[in-house]
């Protein structure tokens, strides 16, 4: 007969935080637990279903898989004198254009960049003139159809950048910040202390996340205090409770609190345990984890999105090279995309130093057939147009130099060449880009995205230059924008907080926080693989042949800068008309 020595009984509250404490009687069996080892016996009794939960939760290899509904609208006109894009396009203006042609016909063509030109797999590789010879802007090679466009990658979240320089303008008022990530959220005053009202109103130009009753560390102080109470959000705009926070109007004397003063704040939990519970804000930085070759994109079978593509027959008397042929400007296509390498997270540690639990599809604009300028990067606080123009934050000169995405060049193959075009080059396996901006508190463990990151592209005005929605600055054109990382979770944190001390609590994982004030360890707990909560919180994918199989869906969105698609518009609502009927 064996006992186990080392067999110990511990609390279920010592162990998990919502675990009960009951009574539990260990009943030691007098039964035979050892025998002979017989030579050549290998009989074994083996619960298949153990052996699949154990093997699950083991594994670190994972093949995601994402179906992408493209959803793009074509919304800019331009004119081009070069031949190969002259003779391409969705013509706008085709009756004028064919006219004066007839009286010089080196004028440029007004129209829309086909639909081709933005789609995630080209289709347009038997074209003589453009993509096949005689005299064409280069020659198609069909297994590089699914990258000429666009690239796809799998990354994740490996670091912080506190660092990153941010820029932002009130649409409103025009007032512009310019800070660091570690700084916090921008405000500006717009109910101050000079007005005399009950309470002081603070507008951020994105989503502040705070709550009633949580605290602000402002980046200015009053008579030495610089943390208050939050004791509303919102005004009368509709929505405006996720731009807006209120203090409470005491008495403030002096300017510190007058309307139109700016600043930046940090969330704050608690007033008694500032320095444990304040919140860091920071911007995301992702390390690719695959190259371009292991994509594997393909149309999503007989699938399409819910708008119907846009196409009309071009007669050959209304085209320059008078050859009448079909042209595309809007499509519907979904694809599923998948990669032919394991990604294997093995030792990996996300920007919070905690284990995995979110990968990412980075999909990068390539632009190689020239049409477009290098990639710019912005947050989607510098949407919003100002003055009916896009943000400074966009032009060439400040953030070109910050997308960390190479730019490679070439010349046309016509005859004599034409160039230079310019196109994003791929990424390597290892490549650092950036992601979104965030809010951590390291007291309750939890990450918010504040923004998005968004990439945006504009024409290059030699080749094709803007004829409608332009604006009076050349190197900061209206463009067309889109959202890089999309998300595939593949394991979830629990959603409670679990708390104790290291050498009473088994199991307090190296990524959890020390409090100091409690003098007590805070973490939450990552689920197994398979289980989801009473709130549905949890992953359950397929797993075979020793691999997670996680798949996602996604709406992936071109949007074109200007429309009140993604931007943040605070309405006011209307005061009730007020007459002698009440």
């Known amino acids: 007969m064996g006992i186990d020595n080392e067999t110990r009984i511990i609390l279920g509250s010592l162990r998990n935080k919502v675990s009960p404490n009951v009574d539990m009687l260990s009943n030691i069996t007098l039964e035979q637990t050892q025998r002979e080892n017989i030579e050549f016996d290998r009989t074994a009794d083996v619960n298949l279903q153990q052996l699949y939960i154990n093997e699950r939760e083991a594994s670190q290899i994972f093949r995601p898989t994402c179906k992408f509904s493209f959803i793009f609208k074509n919304n800019y006109v331009g004119s081009t004198n070069y031949t190969p894009f002259k003779n391409n396009m969705f013509y706008a203006n085709a009756i004028q254009n064919a006219v004066t042609a007839t009286v010089n016909p080196n004028l440029p063509w007004d129209g829309y960049p086909q639909y081709f030109e933005f789609d995630f797999i080209r289709t347009d590789n038997n074209n003589p003139g453009y993509t096949q010879p005689p005299n064409n802007h280069l020659t198609f090679v069909n297994k590089s159809a699914t990258t000429y466009n666009w690239t ?24 512009s910040w310019s800070w660091v990530a570690s700084d916090g959220i921008p405000f500006i005053i717009v109910v101050g202390s000079n007005d005399n009202t009950r309470v002081i109103s603070f507008r951020c130009v994105m989503p502040h996340g705070l709550n009633i009753g949580d605290y ?103 085209t320059p090279n008078n050859l009448v042929r079909t042209s595309v400007k809007e499509g519907n296509q979904s694809y599923t995309l998948t990669f032919n390498s394991d990604i294997d997270i093995t030792g990996l540690i996300d920007n919070q130093k905690r284990p995995l639990s ?123 924008y889109y959202q890089p990382h999309k998300t595939v979770v593949i394991r979830r944190f629990s959603d409670y907080i679990e708390e104790g001390d290291a050498q009473l609590i088994v199991g307090v994982p190296d990524y959890s926080f020390y409090s ?63 007459d002698e009927c009440e």
Request: aromatic share 16%; hydrophobic share 35%; charged share 15%.
């Open 358 to 480: 979110e990968l990412y599809f980075t999909t990068i604009w390539k632009g190689y057939f020239g049409w477009t300028n290098p990639l710019k990067e912005g947050f989607t606080f510098n949407l919003p147009l100002v003055n009916n123009e896009p943000s400074p934050w966009w032009d060439i000169n400040n953030v070109s130099s910050d997308a960390n995405l190479p730019i490679g060049i070439y010349f046309s193959q016509t005859t004599p060449p034409v160039g230079p075009f310019v196109y994003n080059e791929n990424l390597q396996i290892g490549d650092i880009v950036d992601g979104d901006y965030c809010e951590f508190n390291a007291y309750n463990q939890e990450e918010r995205v504040i923004s998005n990151i968004l990439h945006k592209f504009t024409f290059n005005p030699t080749y094709f230059n803007l004829t409608g929605n332009t604006t009076s600055n050349n190197t900061n054109q209206l463009g067309y």
């Open 152 to 175: 796809h990658y799998m990354s994740y979240a490996y670091d912080n950048n506190p660092n990153k320089q941010l820029e932002a303008v009130d649409q409103q008022t025009t007032t």
């Open 516 to 578: 100091n004030l409690s003098n007590s360890f805070r973490w939450r707990d990552l689920y197994p693989f398979g289980y989801i909560d009473a709130s549905g919180i949890g992953v359950d994918f397929p797993f075979i042949n020793g691999k997670h199989y996680p798949f996602v869906e996604n709406i992936f969105r071109l949007i074109p800068e200007g429309s009140q698609i993604g931007n943040q518009f605070i309405n006011e609502i209307a005061e009730p008309t007020i």
């Open 216 to 318: 602000v560390y402002l980046s200015f102080d009053y008579f030495g205090d610089q943390l208050f109470l939050v004791s509303s959000l919102g005004d009368t705009g509709f929505g405006s409770e996720e731009y807006i926070f209120n203090i409470d109007n005491i008495g403030y004397i002096g300017t510190t609190f007058n309307q139109g003063v700016t600043g930046t704040f940090k969330k704050v939990l608690d007033d008694a345990n500032s320095g444990e519970t304040m919140s860091t804000y920071y911007v995301r930085r992702h390390k690719i984890l695959t190259s371009s070759d292991n994509a594997v994109l393909v149309k999503a079978g007989f699938e399409q999105n819910i708008f119907t593509s846009k196409s009309k027959l071009e007669p050959a008397v209304l």
